[in-house]
């Protein structure tokens, strides 16, 4: 497991998507030992729970938290498959964004016309090996 930390801000934009019941999705670009590998996380509204959901892609455990900042702390410290071959300790590197091809298709286009409403990007943050 990769466990990143970070610090993520939603703009205004993204809390409304989410409040409206819009899926946002984050993908973790990570090279590590020369592998080149895509992680992604889901953040969602369930109204009828009146709860925000966190979801790794392709895990079935859904994290809840009862208000929008709950979420937003849990993403400080995320972890992430990385399903190194062998026992390798090797340096890499991770960059987080929003994957603005998953918005519904009428977010799309004000999504890459507006984008600092949407834009959600990161330096390439490194580690070495030890």
């Known amino acids: 497991m990769l466990e990143v930390t970070q610090r ?15 899926a946002l999705r984050l993908v973790y670009r990570i090279d590590a030992c020369g592998h ?15 709860q925000y959901e966190l979801q790794r892609e392709g895990d079935a455990e859904i994290r809840g938290f009862a208000r929008l900042p709950l979420l937003a702390a849990a993403l400080d410290r995320v972890r992430l498959p990385l399903d190194l071959p062998g026992d390798e300790h090797c340096a890499g590197s991770v960059q987080v964004r929003l994957d603005q091809a998953a918005l519904p298709t009428p977010l799309r286009f004000p999504a890459f016309v507006e984008p600092a409403q949407w834009r959600l990007s990161s330096a390439r943050f490194a580690w070495e090996a030890r």
């Open 8 to 22: 993520i801000e939603l703009s205004e934009t993204m809390h409304a998507a989410l409040d409206h019941g819009i």
């Open 36 to 50: 080149l590998r895509q992680r992604a996380l889901w953040l969602r509204h369930a109204p009828l729970k009146r």
